[in-house]
């Protein structure tokens, strides 16, 4: 609307929106570390999935001065629930690969953390110290980000990792107020998303979409819809109108296979 007047965005307001997630960590010490990296940058937001011990003794002395976000973390028992709230789903890596999808550098991809989560929620993971993330939580993802490392020792620590993101992340919102004028439009949840993917899926098999050769076509398109829609988002009316292309398809295919 030309000429209205919109709220006043401050740090603090995108800082909540970002969600530090941590996947099955397995060292409570790394997990109190997380917590201390993350109140030193000014974020709050821990969750974690499955997670070991992370309120030991050797969790609490390593989060030094931070207890209070290791204690008030919140505790999922899956990935799928700690992510059902959340509009965009950034992963951490130091694997490529195109069926990973769109990888950025921490510095772009943060960047794009900060625009998204000045009016919705952005989960960012961080996986298992010795595995990383799995292909199945890799694909839940929008989009990935990866962190420069020497070959002699590519791996970082998981808190080290939390610590450089969110030390990156705080490097853009060094201002108490953000210019109003870049608030994006708010984002549909995953769960929301998680509905339009089965409909999309139904809609491929109704269209014949299934092998082609040795690939999996149907597959390979389901998985680029994922990342295309999990990289930018959709809003109310988006997702409104790609169920309402869904059903198109699919009644018109079925009313076909009637005749």
């Known amino acids: ?11 603090s307001m995108v800082k909540e929106n970002i969600y530090f997630t941590l996947v099955h960590p397995k060292e409570p010490g790394n997990v109190g570390a997380a917590a201390r990296a993350l109140k030193n940058m000014g974020f709050r937001r821990l969750c974690i999935v499955n997670p070991c011990d992370y ?18 973390a919140t505790v999922y028992s899956s990935l799928s629930e700690a992510i059902s709230d959340k509009t965009i789903v950034v992963g951490t890596t130091r694997h490529m690969g195109k069926t990973r999808g769109v990888i ?22 961080f996986g298992r110290e010795d595995n990383g993330l799995y292909s199945s939580e890799i694909n839940t993802c929008g989009y990935l980000m990866t962190i420069a490392t020497s070959s002699a020792q590519p791996s970082l620590n998981l808190a080290q990792a939390v610590l450089i993101v969110a030390y990156e992340l705080s490097l853009r919102l060094p201002d108490n107020t953000i210019a109003a004028h870049t608030t994006p439009e708010q984002l549909m949840p995953q769960a929301d998303l998680h509905n339009l993917y089965n409909r999309i899926t139904e809609a491929l098999h109704y269209l014949g979409f299934s092998m082609r050769g040795s690939e999996n076509l149907e597959s390979d ?24 292309l869904c ?13």
Request: no cysteine.
């Open 1 to 11: 609307m030309v000429g209205a007047e919109f709220p006043a965005l401050t740090t």
């Open 55 to 72: 309120l030991s003794a050797e969790a609490n002395a390593l989060a030094h001065g931070a207890a209070d976000v290791l204690e008030n």
């Open 221 to 244: 398109i389901e998985r680029n819809v994922k990342h295309l829609v999990g990289r930018y988002g959709l809003t109310r009316w988006e997702l409104d109108m790609l169920h309402g």
């Open 247 to 259: 059903s198109a398809i699919i009644s018109k295919s079925r009313n076909q296979d009637k005749k």
């Open 104 to 125: 950025y550098p921490i510095k772009e991809a943060v960047d794009r953390i900060v625009n998204t989560a000045a009016n919705n929620k952005v989960a960012i993971l």
